[in-house]
C-alpha cells in the first residue's frame, strides 16, 4: 500500500474527484460549486445522478463516458469533467458529448420538431492551460453567438472551461467562493491543514470527507491504485518523451543534412544545411514523440487490464482506443 506524505487525497484524481463530487448523499457539494461556477446565471436547487456511459444510435457509434452526468430539477443537463492533462482534440469531445445529449432528447421516430430542448452544459475543470487563451483568463464562459452582435444566440447550450493553472491567488487573495473552490482544487493534495476562509461551511465537509485518514480501506486500497496507475503513466510518458526526444534529435539530424544538402545545390550549402537540419529535427522530434507514447501507453494499459481496472478509467488515463484496449 502507497504510504501517502499528504494529509488530503488529490481531488484531481480519477479517484478524488469521484469520491468529493459523486456521493448523492453529499451532493450539495457538487451544487455548491456549480452555482457558484454559474453566479446567478442558474439557480441549481437539486442535482440527480445519471448514468455516466452513453452509447449511440447505431450498434457500431461510439460510446461515451462521462466523470458525472446530472440532470437539475428542471431537467437540465450537466455533464461535468476533469481533464487533467492536455488533450490534443479536447474541444472537439467536449462538443461531442454536448451534442450526444442533445441527439438522446429527440424520440427515436420522430419526424417533426415540435420540441422543446432542455438546457446542456458542459463543465471541464482544467489542469492545463490552452495554449490560445487569454493568460490572465481562467474562466471560459462559451456560448453560441452572433459574430456580428456578440449577442448570445442560443441559450440552452454553455460550456465552461476552468483553467486550473492560471489561478496564481494566495490563500489570503481569495475573494469569492469560487476562487476559494478553484485554490481548493488546485492545491488541497498539499494541504497540511484548512486554510483560513475554507474551514468552515461547505468547505470545512469537503475536508472532512477528503481526509485520507477518514478513508475506508477499501477505499484507500482504491486511491492508492489511483495514484500508481497515475504516476506510472506520468512517469513512462515522460520517459518516452526523453527518448523519442533524443531518437528524433538522431533521425531529424540526419535527414536534414540529406534535405539540406539538396536544397543547398540550390540555395547555397550553408542556408540549406540550416533549414534542413531545423525541418528535420522538427518532424524526427514529433514521430519519435508520438510512437513512444503510444508504446508506453500500450504497455501502462496491460498493467491496468491485469489489475482489472475498469475500460473507461484506462481510456482516460492513456488516450487510448476502446478497440484497442480490449483487444489486449
Known sequence: MIQSATRFIDPLSDFGFKHIFGSDSNKEIL?????????????????????????????????VFFDFLCTGHQGEQFIIEMQRGEQKNFRDRAVFYTSRLINEQLPRGSNHWNIDLKEVFL??????????????????????TNTHTGEIFYHKLN?????????????????????????????MADLKKEPVGLDD???????????????TREEKEMYDSNLKAQ??????????KERAAEE??????????EEGIAKGIEQGIEKGLEQGLERGLEQGLEKGLEEG???????????????????????????????????L
Not at 35 to 51: A, H, R, W
Not at 127 to 143: C, E, M, R, T
Not at 234 to 239: C, D, F, L, W
Not at 248 to 257: A, H, T, V
Open 31 to 63: 451544487i455548491n460549486f456549480l452555482n457558484q461556477l454559474f453566479n446567478g446565471q442558474k439557480e441549481i436547487k437539486d442535482l440527480t445522478y445519471s448514468p455516466t456511459e452513453h452509447g449511440g444510435d447505431l450498434k457500431d457509434s461510439k460510446r
Open 159 to 187: 460550456y465552461k472551461f476552468l483553467e486550473l493553472p492560471k489561478l496564481v491567488k494566495t490563500e489570503t487573495e481569495l475573494e469569492t467562493d469560487l476562487d476559494r473552490w478553484l485554490f481548493l482544487l488546485k492545491h
Open 123 to 144: 463543465v471541464a475543470i482544467l489542469g492545463f492551460n490552452f495554449k490560445d487563451s487569454n493568460p490572465d483568463q481562467y474562466l471560459h464562459d462559451i456560448a453560441l
Open 248 to 257: 528524433g534529435r538522431k533521425e531529424g539530424l540526419q535527414k536534414g543534412i
Open 201 to 215: 461551511g461547505i468547505f470545512k465537509k469537503v475536508f472532512k470527507i477528503a481526509e485520507i485518514s477518514n478513508l
Open 293 to 327: 507514447q503510444h508504446k508506453k501507453s500500450m504497455e501502462i494499459a496491460i498493467r491496468m487490464r491485469k489489475e482489472k481496472m475498469p475500460l473507461d478509467m484506462i481510456a482516460r488515463l492513456t488516450n487510448l482506443s476502446f478497440s484497442e484496449i480490449e483487444k
Open 231 to 240: 504516476w506510472d503513466y506520468e512517469n513512462s510518458i515522460a520517459y518516452a
